[in-house]
Protein backbone atom coordinates (compact mmCIF):
# COMPACT_ATOMS: atom_id res chain seq x y z
CA UNK A 1 0.00 0.00 0.00
CA UNK A 2 1.19 3.42 -0.91
CA UNK A 3 0.79 5.57 1.66
CA UNK A 4 1.50 9.07 0.60
CA UNK A 5 0.29 12.64 1.59
CA UNK A 6 -1.11 14.58 -1.46
CA UNK A 7 -2.89 17.79 -1.59
CA UNK A 8 -6.04 18.11 -3.84
CA UNK A 9 -6.56 20.97 -6.54
CA UNK A 10 -9.82 22.19 -7.65
CA UNK A 11 -12.29 19.61 -8.55
CA UNK A 12 -15.31 20.02 -10.73
CA UNK A 13 -17.50 20.03 -7.73
CA UNK A 14 -16.56 23.73 -6.45
CA UNK A 15 -15.91 26.58 -8.23
CA UNK A 16 -13.35 27.32 -5.95
CA UNK A 17 -10.74 25.82 -5.18
CA UNK A 18 -11.29 23.49 -1.81
CA UNK A 19 -9.50 23.54 1.36
CA UNK A 20 -6.04 20.84 0.99
CA UNK A 21 -7.15 17.65 1.44
CA UNK A 22 -4.74 14.39 2.58
CA UNK A 23 -5.06 11.32 1.36
CA UNK A 24 -3.22 8.14 2.30
CA UNK A 25 -3.00 6.32 -1.29
CA UNK A 26 -4.18 2.48 -1.23
CA UNK A 27 -5.29 -0.02 -3.67
CA UNK A 28 -8.70 0.00 -4.08
CA UNK A 29 -11.20 -2.62 -2.44
CA UNK A 30 -14.43 -3.91 -2.42
CA UNK A 31 -16.64 -3.42 0.60
CA UNK A 32 -19.97 -4.07 -0.47
CA UNK A 33 -20.70 -7.59 0.05
CA UNK A 34 -23.98 -8.57 1.17
CA UNK A 35 -27.54 -6.72 0.09
CA UNK A 36 -27.88 -5.24 4.09
CA UNK A 37 -23.70 -3.55 3.13
CA UNK A 38 -25.94 -1.19 0.28
CA UNK A 39 -26.51 1.67 3.46
CA UNK A 40 -23.05 1.77 3.59
CA UNK A 41 -22.74 2.88 -0.17
CA UNK A 42 -25.16 5.67 0.45
CA UNK A 43 -24.09 7.00 3.09
CA UNK A 44 -20.62 7.10 1.82
CA UNK A 45 -18.60 9.80 0.60
CA UNK A 46 -17.76 8.18 -2.23
CA UNK A 47 -21.20 7.95 -3.01
CA UNK A 48 -21.39 11.77 -1.80
CA UNK A 49 -18.65 12.47 -4.47
CA UNK A 50 -19.77 10.39 -7.14
CA UNK A 51 -23.35 11.70 -7.29
CA UNK A 52 -21.93 15.16 -6.58
CA UNK A 53 -19.57 14.58 -9.95
CA UNK A 54 -22.54 13.39 -11.95
CA UNK A 55 -24.92 16.29 -11.63
CA UNK A 56 -22.08 18.71 -11.97
CA UNK A 57 -21.43 17.91 -15.01
CA UNK A 58 -24.54 17.83 -16.31
CA UNK A 59 -25.31 20.90 -15.12
CA UNK A 60 -22.16 22.17 -17.22
CA UNK A 61 -23.09 20.72 -20.61
CA UNK A 62 -26.53 21.44 -20.33
CA UNK A 63 -27.88 23.01 -23.34
CA UNK A 64 -24.41 22.72 -25.24
CA UNK A 65 -23.54 21.21 -28.67
CA UNK A 66 -20.38 18.58 -28.55
CA UNK A 67 -19.24 20.83 -31.76
CA UNK A 68 -19.31 24.43 -29.13
CA UNK A 69 -15.92 25.99 -28.18
CA UNK A 70 -14.50 24.80 -25.01
CA UNK A 71 -10.84 25.16 -23.47
CA UNK A 72 -8.57 21.60 -23.58
CA UNK A 73 -6.02 21.10 -21.09
CA UNK A 74 -3.05 19.08 -20.95
CA UNK A 75 -4.60 16.82 -19.19
CA UNK A 76 -7.56 16.34 -21.09
CA UNK A 77 -5.35 16.27 -24.09
CA UNK A 78 -2.93 13.59 -22.29
CA UNK A 79 -6.20 11.59 -21.08
CA UNK A 80 -7.25 11.50 -25.18
CA UNK A 81 -3.54 9.85 -25.60
CA UNK A 82 -4.14 7.56 -23.16
CA UNK A 83 -8.18 6.86 -25.04
CA UNK A 84 -6.51 6.45 -28.64
CA UNK A 85 -3.32 3.49 -26.80
CA UNK A 86 -6.46 1.58 -25.87
CA UNK A 87 -7.52 1.97 -29.51
CA UNK A 88 -4.99 0.86 -30.67
CA UNK A 89 -4.64 -1.90 -28.88
CA UNK A 90 -7.71 -3.21 -30.14
CA UNK A 91 -6.39 -2.91 -34.05
CA UNK A 92 -3.27 -4.93 -32.77
CA UNK A 93 -5.02 -7.39 -31.29
CA UNK A 94 -7.73 -8.91 -34.00
CA UNK A 95 -10.70 -11.61 -32.84
CA UNK A 96 -9.99 -15.21 -32.67
CA UNK A 97 -11.40 -18.03 -34.76
CA UNK A 98 -13.75 -20.00 -31.76
CA UNK A 99 -17.16 -21.67 -31.91
CA UNK A 100 -19.00 -19.02 -30.27
CA UNK A 101 -20.50 -16.03 -31.56
CA UNK A 102 -20.46 -14.09 -28.38
CA UNK A 103 -17.20 -13.38 -26.22
CA UNK A 104 -14.30 -13.69 -28.03
CA UNK A 105 -11.28 -14.66 -26.19
CA UNK A 106 -9.06 -12.28 -28.16
CA UNK A 107 -10.37 -9.16 -25.52
CA UNK A 108 -8.55 -11.30 -22.80
CA UNK A 109 -5.18 -10.76 -24.47
CA UNK A 110 -5.92 -7.40 -24.82
CA UNK A 111 -7.17 -6.96 -21.20
CA UNK A 112 -3.85 -8.48 -20.21
CA UNK A 113 -1.97 -5.58 -21.62
CA UNK A 114 -4.34 -3.12 -19.95
CA UNK A 115 -3.88 -4.38 -16.83
CA UNK A 116 0.26 -4.55 -17.14
CA UNK A 117 0.15 -0.98 -18.49
CA UNK A 118 -3.05 0.83 -16.56
CA UNK A 119 -0.24 2.33 -13.78
CA UNK A 120 2.29 3.41 -16.45
CA UNK A 121 -0.95 5.07 -18.70
CA UNK A 122 -2.16 7.13 -15.56
CA UNK A 123 1.15 7.89 -14.52
CA UNK A 124 1.81 9.91 -17.74
CA UNK A 125 -1.38 11.75 -17.52
CA UNK A 126 -1.12 12.87 -13.80
CA UNK A 127 1.87 15.42 -12.61
CA UNK A 128 5.03 13.73 -11.16
CA UNK A 129 4.13 15.10 -7.42
CA UNK A 130 0.57 12.94 -7.48
CA UNK A 131 2.64 10.12 -9.01
CA UNK A 132 2.02 8.20 -5.51
CA UNK A 133 -1.84 8.25 -6.36
CA UNK A 134 -1.18 6.87 -9.74
CA UNK A 135 -1.62 2.64 -8.59
CA UNK A 136 -5.29 3.62 -6.95
CA UNK A 137 -6.49 5.69 -9.49
CA UNK A 138 -5.51 2.92 -11.73
CA UNK A 139 -8.04 0.04 -10.58
CA UNK A 140 -10.54 2.33 -11.69
CA UNK A 141 -9.12 2.88 -15.44
CA UNK A 142 -8.94 -1.34 -15.42
CA UNK A 143 -12.39 -1.68 -13.85
CA UNK A 144 -14.23 0.62 -16.47
CA UNK A 145 -13.47 -1.62 -19.93
CA UNK A 146 -15.39 -4.74 -19.28
CA UNK A 147 -15.20 -7.89 -17.21
CA UNK A 148 -12.02 -10.56 -18.45
CA UNK A 149 -13.64 -13.84 -17.32
CA UNK A 150 -17.23 -13.16 -18.60
CA UNK A 151 -16.06 -11.00 -21.43
CA UNK A 152 -18.95 -8.47 -20.81
CA UNK A 153 -19.20 -4.86 -20.49
CA UNK A 154 -21.99 -2.57 -18.59
CA UNK A 155 -22.84 0.25 -16.74
CA UNK A 156 -20.55 -0.84 -13.72
CA UNK A 157 -17.48 -0.66 -15.95
CA UNK A 158 -19.26 2.88 -17.12
CA UNK A 159 -19.36 3.82 -13.43
CA UNK A 160 -15.72 2.75 -13.19
CA UNK A 161 -14.51 5.31 -15.71
CA UNK A 162 -16.73 8.17 -14.33
CA UNK A 163 -14.62 7.30 -11.07
CA UNK A 164 -11.75 7.58 -12.51
CA UNK A 165 -12.68 10.79 -13.35
CA UNK A 166 -13.74 11.95 -10.55
CA UNK A 167 -10.62 10.36 -8.98
CA UNK A 168 -8.58 12.63 -11.63
CA UNK A 169 -10.41 15.78 -10.56
CA UNK A 170 -9.94 15.39 -6.52
CA UNK A 171 -6.13 14.90 -6.71
CA UNK A 172 -6.55 18.37 -9.15
CA UNK A 173 -5.34 17.06 -12.49
CA UNK A 174 -8.83 18.02 -13.55
CA UNK A 175 -9.89 21.47 -13.23
CA UNK A 176 -13.22 23.30 -12.84
CA UNK A 177 -12.69 25.04 -16.42
CA UNK A 178 -12.09 21.00 -17.30
CA UNK A 179 -16.09 20.24 -17.15
CA UNK A 180 -16.90 20.49 -20.97
CA UNK A 181 -13.79 18.79 -22.26
CA UNK A 182 -13.94 15.76 -19.53
CA UNK A 183 -18.31 14.72 -21.10
CA UNK A 184 -17.56 16.36 -24.49
CA UNK A 185 -13.80 14.95 -25.38
CA UNK A 186 -12.77 12.32 -22.81
CA UNK A 187 -15.98 10.65 -22.40
CA UNK A 188 -17.16 10.77 -25.25
CA UNK A 189 -14.02 9.28 -27.12
CA UNK A 190 -14.26 6.91 -24.42
CA UNK A 191 -17.80 5.88 -25.37
CA UNK A 192 -15.97 5.56 -29.27
CA UNK A 193 -13.73 3.26 -27.87
CA UNK A 194 -15.88 0.84 -25.79
CA UNK A 195 -18.37 0.83 -28.48
CA UNK A 196 -15.20 -0.68 -30.83
CA UNK A 197 -14.57 -2.98 -27.93
CA UNK A 198 -18.16 -4.35 -28.06
CA UNK A 199 -18.38 -4.81 -31.53
CA UNK A 200 -14.74 -6.29 -31.79
CA UNK A 201 -14.89 -9.00 -29.11
CA UNK A 202 -18.97 -9.50 -29.21
CA UNK A 203 -18.94 -8.59 -25.38
CA UNK A 204 -22.34 -9.59 -23.57
CA UNK A 205 -24.05 -6.83 -22.00
CA UNK A 206 -23.62 -7.10 -18.07
CA UNK A 207 -26.60 -7.75 -16.36
CA UNK A 208 -28.74 -6.52 -18.74
CA UNK A 209 -32.36 -6.32 -18.17
CA UNK A 210 -32.89 -6.96 -22.06
CA UNK A 211 -35.54 -5.17 -23.77
CA UNK A 212 -36.99 -3.42 -20.40
CA UNK A 213 -32.82 -1.62 -19.86
CA UNK A 214 -32.68 1.85 -20.96
CA UNK A 215 -29.83 0.44 -22.99
CA UNK A 216 -27.79 -2.78 -23.52
CA UNK A 217 -24.12 -0.80 -22.11
CA UNK A 218 -24.73 2.75 -21.32
CA UNK A 219 -26.32 5.22 -18.79
CA UNK A 220 -24.53 8.21 -18.16
CA UNK A 221 -24.61 9.53 -22.20
CA UNK A 222 -28.10 9.63 -21.91
CA UNK A 223 -28.31 12.23 -18.82
CA UNK A 224 -25.61 14.48 -19.64
CA UNK A 225 -26.85 13.85 -23.35
CA UNK A 226 -30.33 14.99 -22.28
CA UNK A 227 -29.38 18.03 -20.52
CA UNK A 228 -27.62 18.96 -23.81
CA UNK A 229 -30.80 19.22 -25.31
CA UNK A 230 -32.97 21.02 -22.84
CA UNK A 231 -34.51 23.97 -24.26
CA UNK A 232 -33.55 23.21 -27.99
CA UNK A 233 -35.51 25.41 -30.18
CA UNK A 234 -36.54 22.38 -32.73
CA UNK A 235 -35.19 19.21 -31.28
CA UNK A 236 -37.98 17.78 -29.01
CA UNK A 237 -37.48 14.04 -26.86
CA UNK A 238 -40.28 12.65 -29.68
CA UNK A 239 -37.83 13.64 -32.42
CA UNK A 240 -35.19 11.17 -31.27
CA UNK A 241 -37.33 7.92 -32.63
CA UNK A 242 -36.89 9.14 -36.13
CA UNK A 243 -33.45 7.95 -38.37
CA UNK A 244 -33.24 11.26 -40.08
CA UNK A 245 -33.43 14.09 -37.54
CA UNK A 246 -30.30 11.09 -35.65
CA UNK A 247 -28.31 11.03 -38.46
CA UNK A 248 -28.40 15.14 -38.84
CA UNK A 249 -28.03 15.84 -35.66
CA UNK A 250 -25.68 13.30 -33.53
CA UNK A 251 -22.55 14.89 -34.07
CA UNK A 252 -23.79 17.35 -31.78
CA UNK A 253 -25.53 15.72 -29.27
CA UNK A 254 -24.31 12.25 -27.02
CA UNK A 255 -27.88 11.48 -26.80
CA UNK A 256 -28.46 10.92 -30.49
CA UNK A 257 -25.17 9.39 -30.88
CA UNK A 258 -26.33 6.71 -28.00
CA UNK A 259 -29.44 6.13 -30.08
CA UNK A 260 -27.22 5.92 -33.61
CA UNK A 261 -25.55 3.58 -32.33
CA UNK A 262 -28.43 1.41 -31.03
CA UNK A 263 -29.87 1.77 -34.63
CA UNK A 264 -27.08 0.42 -36.08
CA UNK A 265 -26.72 -2.70 -33.35
CA UNK A 266 -30.26 -3.77 -33.74
CA UNK A 267 -33.18 -4.84 -35.90
CA UNK A 268 -36.69 -4.07 -36.01
CA UNK A 269 -38.76 -2.04 -34.58
CA UNK A 270 -37.29 0.92 -32.11
CA UNK A 271 -40.34 0.38 -29.77
CA UNK A 272 -39.50 -3.26 -29.43
CA UNK A 273 -35.87 -3.60 -28.90
CA UNK A 274 -35.20 -0.65 -26.74
CA UNK A 275 -39.02 -0.28 -25.25
CA UNK A 276 -37.54 1.99 -22.32
CA UNK A 277 -36.21 4.48 -24.65
CA UNK A 278 -39.44 4.50 -26.79
CA UNK A 279 -41.48 5.11 -23.57
CA UNK A 280 -39.00 8.05 -23.09
CA UNK A 281 -40.08 9.21 -26.26
CA UNK A 282 -43.29 10.09 -25.19
CA UNK A 283 -42.27 12.62 -22.47
CA UNK A 284 -42.98 16.42 -23.25
CA UNK A 285 -39.77 18.08 -22.49
CA UNK A 286 -36.43 17.22 -22.37
CA UNK A 287 -35.98 18.94 -18.63
CA UNK A 288 -38.53 15.98 -17.26
CA UNK A 289 -36.09 13.42 -19.41
CA UNK A 290 -33.13 14.50 -17.44
CA UNK A 291 -34.87 14.38 -14.60
CA UNK A 292 -36.77 11.27 -15.02
CA UNK A 293 -33.42 9.60 -16.25
CA UNK A 294 -31.06 10.80 -12.99
CA UNK A 295 -33.51 8.86 -10.61
CA UNK A 296 -33.88 5.77 -12.83
CA UNK A 297 -30.20 5.68 -12.92
CA UNK A 298 -30.00 5.87 -9.34
CA UNK A 299 -32.58 3.12 -8.68
CA UNK A 300 -31.38 1.12 -11.97
CA UNK A 301 -27.62 1.23 -11.63
CA UNK A 302 -26.44 3.06 -8.18
CA UNK A 303 -28.76 1.21 -5.73
CA UNK A 304 -28.94 -2.18 -7.33
CA UNK A 305 -26.29 -4.85 -5.30
CA UNK A 306 -25.88 -6.61 -8.30
CA UNK A 307 -24.15 -3.49 -9.76
CA UNK A 308 -22.65 -2.20 -6.70
CA UNK A 309 -20.86 -5.27 -5.22
CA UNK A 310 -18.70 -4.89 -7.83
CA UNK A 311 -17.62 -1.02 -7.15
CA UNK A 312 -14.18 -0.62 -5.38
CA UNK A 313 -13.30 1.92 -2.51
CA UNK A 314 -10.05 3.69 -1.57
CA UNK A 315 -8.77 7.13 -0.09
CA UNK A 316 -10.02 9.32 -3.03
CA UNK A 317 -13.39 7.37 -3.34
CA UNK A 318 -13.91 6.52 0.10
CA UNK A 319 -16.33 3.87 1.92
CA UNK A 320 -16.68 5.99 5.05
CA UNK A 321 -19.86 7.63 6.17
CA UNK A 322 -19.95 11.77 4.53
CA UNK A 323 -19.20 14.16 7.45
CA UNK A 324 -21.50 15.47 8.84
Not at 90 to 107: C, H, L, M, W
Not at 192 to 203: A, D, G, H, S
Not at 258 to 268: A, L, P, Q, R, S
Request: aromatic content about 12%; glycine content about 6%.
Amino acid sequence: MAETEQQSGSSPEDDNPPLPVTFNFMLPKKEISMVQDMGKWKRSQAYADYMGFVLTLNEGVKGKKLTCEYSVSETVEKLISLLDTLDRWIDETPPVDQPSRFGNKAYRTWYAKLDQEAEALVAAVISADSSAAAPEIAVYLKESVGNSTRIDYGTGHEAAFAAFLCCLCKIGALRVEDQLAIVFKVFDRYLIVMRKLQKTYRMEPAGSQGVWGLDDFQFLPFIWGSSQLIDHSTLEPRHFVEEKLVNEHHVDFMFLECIKFINEMKTGPFAEHSNQLWNISAVHTWSKVNQGLIRMYKAECLEKFPVIQHFKFGSLLSIQPVKP
